[in-house]
């Protein structure tokens, strides 16, 4: 176990590093002409530094981890079909429409597993140099301070984070959660999203993610003490595309019960 910490704390102290990297570079650039263009929607918005950023995760991975897979959103990694060996989620500018409109409420993201087994995670605030790190055999810190794991609570009692597009829409039974919930909110990025939960700010979070958007933030939740899941029901599988909840266990099971009524 004593080789084991060693090992993950050398992989913390490097992608802290490199975190600490992306975070001087985003706020210099920040303040600079960012080229904004579109992918799959006007609202779907990708810039000259998200792929920057990726292009740094992925070029520091291939020195530190050779023969890790990488799956980025950015198309900078590799083509990852199977969670054989060692396997790299990055999301490098999460909530790219906050950080070209507000400068602010956007994360950085990275996951990393082993043969398909979650191992460590880390999510910053990058506007606030913040970040939530850690993993099942490691805790997980704020900054390099253990966190508590969290205490259960209710539904009704609680915060919920939403997708503001699926409570527009009404899908998924957002809006019922919505209003069973103490209050929601919408924040526009889900690493952002994963840190109020994570905090103790939000009994749950929900959205309909990709695999680099919710990979560190299941690492996270589940390590210190959340539920997630798949809204429908399903597992969970890492690389593909589905409607995420995280939440305490009480909220989790309150939101599964109005989704059985649907």
Do not use: C
């Not at 009704?156 to 919930?181: D, M």
């Amino acid at each position: 176990m004593g080789d084991r910490i060693t090992h993950l704390t050398k992989l913390d102290q490097t992608v802290l590093k490199w975190l600490a990297d992306v975070q001087a570079t985003v706020m210099k650039r920040i303040q600079q002409k960012v080229t904004v263009e579109t992918k799959s929607n006007y609202r779907d918005l990708v810039t000259n530094i998200d792929r920057e950023v990726e292009q740094y995760y992925v070029s520091a991975i291939r020195m530190f981890d050779p023969h890790a897979k990488i799956l980025g959103e950015e198309g900078f990694g590799d083509q990852v079909k199977d969670m054989k060996g060692h396997v790299w989620l990055v999301d490098p500018i999460d909530g790219t429409m906050n950080f070209v409109k507000q400068k602010s409420e956007f994360a950085t993201m990275l996951a990393y597993f082993e043969d398909g087994k979650p191992v460590m995670a880390w999510i910053m605030d990058v506007a606030q140099n913040e970040t939530i790190h850690g993993g099942p055999d490691y805790g997980v810190y704020l900054n390099g301070q253990l966190m508590s794991k969290q205490v259960d609570s209710q539904l009704a009692t609680g915060l919920v984070i939403l997708s503001g597009a699926r409570l527009l829409y009404e899908e998924y039974g957002f809006s019922e959660i919505a209003k069973s919930a103490l209050g929601y909110r919408v924040y526009g990025s889900a690493g952002i999203s994963f840190m109020h939960v994570l905090k103790g700010q939000a009994n749950a979070y929900a959205s309909y993610m990709k695999p680099w958007d919710y990979a560190a933030g299941m690492i996270l939740s589940q390590s210190i003490g959340l539920k997630v899941g798949t809204i429908d029901g399903t597992p969970v599988n890492v690389l593909l595309s589905s409607v995420i909840l995280t939440a305490t266990q009480g909220t989790f099971d309150d939101i599964m019960v109005l989704e059985a009524k649907l």
